[in-house]
């Protein structure tokens, strides 16, 4: 079984939106640092969100007051809401887990990943 399995990604127009999602089966969620990170074709992956144990979040320019990161400890299931999509958001979205030993950050740095979830955006 993966350790951290990602859903919701699909194909939706632009200004609509989506809510992904990420079952962890090895990590605890709330012990850890968890995040959304995302690659489009030919760039490097860039982080998009963050929670920390404490429940502080933290978003990429690009994303904030459009992306909510939110986590259910009951289900250990991480999320990424997304809304008001743009073609520009279009890429393969990965969850992530990074020990609380360190400072959560956006940057891809220690982390574990899932496989991913595609999310494409059509104007």
């Known amino acids: 079984a993966q350790e951290l399995a990602e859903s919701g990604g699909d194909l939706v127009r632009e200004g609509g939106s989506l809510r992904l999602s990420c079952a962890a089966s090895a990590y605890t969620v709330s012990n850890y640092c968890m995040a959304w990170f995302r690659q489009a074709p030919g760039k490097e992956r860039e982080g998009v969100a963050t929670?920390?144990?404490?429940?502080?979040?933290s978003y990429a320019d690009s994303v904030k007051g459009r992306f909510t990161i939110s986590r259910d400890d009951a289900k250990n299931t991480l999320f990424l809401q997304m809304d008001s999509l743009t073609p520009e958001d279009t890429a393969m979205y990965y969850c992530?887990?990074?020990?609380?030993?360190?400072?959560?950050?956006?940057?891809?740095?220690?982390?574990?990943w899932g496989q991913g979830t595609q999310v494409t955006v059509s104007s």
């Open positions: 992530a887990a990074r020990s609380a030993v360190w400072a959560c950050t956006l940057r891809n740095e220690l982390y574990s």
């Open positions: 929670i920390t144990t404490a429940g502080r979040t």
